[in-house]
């Protein structure tokens, strides 16, 4: 992976207070292999792209992996203490260990294997700040999607799934220099 994406990716963060702020909340939940995914990463690179202002998000999306309890009512527990820490956002916890089965997978063996099986590539990225301080990532696709703008199916995704999940998105109204393609060789047209 380019060092010169990855570097970009964590300056981009670093110099995000909110975001830095919202990834220290979810460190201090000491969960298991735990990251924030998909729009929190992806809306703000593409807002960055764009030369945007933080464009709004339906909510923050926290994976982490924990074979230990896979109930639904622990996801909910934590989503309501974070609740109370920031009643502001709508925060959507999931603990990916349990998560194949709805998928129809085989079991995941960590968030990395879990997030390759997201829609897009693009989207297919999760940070967290670690303990030292520092950002780390996972992005089974590599970053280049991402700050090319291009949005791309992942290959474990239902096609049809993708398609219905772009026209819904509507993401070429807020980010004009997307690129979107519907399968691996043709662009999206709106």
């Known amino acids: 992976m380019p060092e010169e994406l990855e570097n970009k990716l964590i300056d981009i963060i670093e110099s995000d207070k909110w975001m830095t702020n919202i990834l220290k909340i979810v460190r201090d939940l000491n969960l298991k292999d735990c990251w924030i995914g998909a729009g929190f990463i992806r809306n703000k690179v593409w807002d960055e792209k764009h030369g945007k202002d933080r464009t709004e998000l339906n909510d923050i999306d926290i994976i982490y992996f924990d074979k230990s309890n896979l109930t639904k009512k622990f996801d909910l527990e934590i989503e309501s203490?974070?609740?109370?820490?920031?009643?502001?956002?709508?925060?959507?916890?999931?603990?990916?260990?349990?998560?194949?089965?709805?998928?129809?997978?085989?079991?995941?063996?960590?968030?990395?294997?879990?997030?390759?099986?997201?829609?897009?590539?693009?989207?297919?990225?999760?940070?967290?700040?670690?303990?030292?301080?520092?950002?780390?990532?996972?992005?089974?696709?590599?970053?280049?999607?991402?700050?090319?703008?291009?949005?791309?199916?992942?290959?474990?995704?239902?096609?049809?799934?993708?398609?219905?999940?772009?026209?819904?998105?509507?993401?070429?109204?807020?980010?004009?220099?997307?690129?979107?393609?519907?399968?691996?060789?043709?662009?999206?047209?709106?």
């Not at 301080?133 to 991402?146: F, Q, R």
């Open 81 to 190: 203490k974070l609740r109370n820490l920031n009643p502001k956002l709508n925060w959507s916890v999931k603990n990916q260990a349990r998560m194949h089965i709805r998928n129809g997978h085989k079991q995941y063996t960590d968030c990395n294997k879990a997030i390759s099986f997201w829609p897009e590539t693009a989207t297919s990225i999760a940070v967290r700040l670690n303990f030292k301080n520092k950002i780390e990532y996972i992005a089974p696709y590599g970053l280049e999607d991402l700050f090319n703008l291009l949005v791309i199916p992942t290959p474990k995704f239902d096609l049809t799934i993708y398609k219905n999940r772009i026209e819904k998105k509507n993401w070429k109204e807020k980010w004009s220099k997307l690129e979107i393609k519907t399968g691996y060789n043709t662009v999206y047209k709106t």
